[in-house]
């Protein structure tokens, strides 16, 4: 049984070190700084090999973020100054059930743990969406390409973000609707999507948003809102994916990385009719997440569309409590029985590092986790 992951992997702090001076701004040596993102890149995959992971990425160690990267990348797109001022992620994203029932653990949570990397605003759509990142998304290709060569790997992934979670709340002050202005977003991220697939690697869409959205307008809302505000999304993110061969793609969904109660996310049986909407070959999400851990069931029921595959998360990010080979066993084995072992990959919840400062384990946790999912997968095959 083969055995990847979500993507995001914790940054060495020399590249780190880098990172902070792009991002504020500071001036920095731009030739070493492509030096030390080549050879991060390659111990990255090295180690990945190392630790018994078939199907590697670069760690995302050349983006600012999972999704705000794009943010660099798109032109047509403004960010405005947020009408009222937040506070903190909670505020930002307007979470009415799950922060309203531990607001003193969010309270302490965001603030003493979690640096927030969005750059703040509102973001609007202004002229027609162009993508301009070809440069830095060859640069990326190239990278993990070279990598893979060199470490004797033979399949590779780049994470890229879906439409929906690249900008969850828009304004349109071009195309005359947030529905257009979304297939606007799509046709210019396709650009991406087909260079990273073009190149003979597998795209994986990060769409951590069309799940957590719904905790986000249920309650006070009903689930037919949350509906009206995903299918668009959905649809636009099949308009992106047009023209790409589905079994190269990969999409994945998550409940939010960080650890806390989740404990109003939207049940896995409730949001698989949208996923299974899209194009792609493979589906990766959370099963290791105490909160979603015995939805392995509702594949007793629910059936997996002809050529598609299951890549169900069997090791947590959010714990530095290292799972047993054993366990991953018994979670892989379980879903293979009902979906086929052949339709199965081993994976992750989600990323280890949500971005270059939001570590959610330990480095070396992280290591012996995926060590753990590998060894776990041998075990089920």
């Known amino acids: 049984m083969k055995t990847t992951h979500v993507g995001s992997l914790v940054r060495p702090d020399e590249l780190i070190d880098y990172l902070r001076k792009r991002d504020a701004g500071e001036a920095y040596d731009e030739a070493a700084y492509a030096e030390c993102l080549q050879r991060s890149v390659h ?12 199907i590697v990425s670069d760690g995302e160690y050349g983006k600012s973020a999972w999704n705000y990267y794009v943010y660099e990348r798109l032109g047509g797109i403004e960010l405005r100054p947020h009408k009222v001022e937040h506070a903190d992620f909670a505020a930002v994203n307007q979470g009415p059930t799950d ?4 607001p003193d653990f969010y309270a302490g949570y965001f603030a003493n743990e979690q640096e927030y990397e969005g750059p703040g ?26 990598a893979m060569e060199a470490a004797g790997v033979s399949e590779g992934f780049l994470p890229v973000v879906a439409p929906a979670s690249a900008f969850p709340e828009l304004i349109d002050d071009h195309y ?19 260079a990273i697939v073009d190149a003979g690697l597998y795209v994986q869409i990060d769409d951590a948003y069309i799940p957590f ?3 986000v307008f249920v309650p006070p809302g009903t689930m037919d809102d949350y509906l009206k505000w995903a299918q668009p999304r959905i649809d636009a993110l099949n308009h992106a994916l047009e023209g790409i061969p589905q079994d190269r793609v990969r999409y994945h969904i998550c ?5 806390g109660p989740h404990t109003n996310d939207i049940p896995l049986r409730d949001v698989l009719d949208l996923v299974f909407q899209v194009n792609a070959s493979t589906y990766l999400y959370e099963n290791a997440n105490p909160r979603h851990a015995h939805e392995w069931k509702v594949f007793e029921d629910v059936k997996l569309p002809a050529g598609k595959k299951l890549a169900p998360g069997v090791i947590s990010h959010a714990t530095n409590v290292v799972e047993h080979p054993e366990l991953v066993q018994e979670r892989l084995a379980r879903t293979a029985a009902l979906v086929g072992a052949e339709n199965v990959l081993g994976s ?13 384990v330990h480095e070396s946790i992280q290591w012996a ?9 041998k075990l089920a095959s």
């Open 348 to 360: 992750t919840d989600c990323g280890f590092a949500q971005g270059p400062y939001i570590h959610r």
């Open 43 to 54: 111990e990255v995959v090295v180690k990945q090999r190392d630790a018994g992971i078939d």
């Open 213 to 215: 959205m719904y905790d």
């Open 121 to 146: 605003g509102e973001w609007a759509c202004v002229a027609p969406v162009t993508y301009t990142g070809h440069e830095v998304i060859q640069r990326d290709i190239a990278n993990l390409k070279a």
């Open 176 to 194: 005359g609707s947030e529905e257009a202005a979304l297939m606007g977003i799509a046709e210019a991220l396709r650009e991406e999507y087909k």
């Open 255 to 259: 409940w939010g990385s960080w650890n």
């Open 99 to 102: 922060w309203a029932r531990f």
């Open 369 to 377: 986790k995926l060590s753990a999912l590998a060894e776990g997968a």
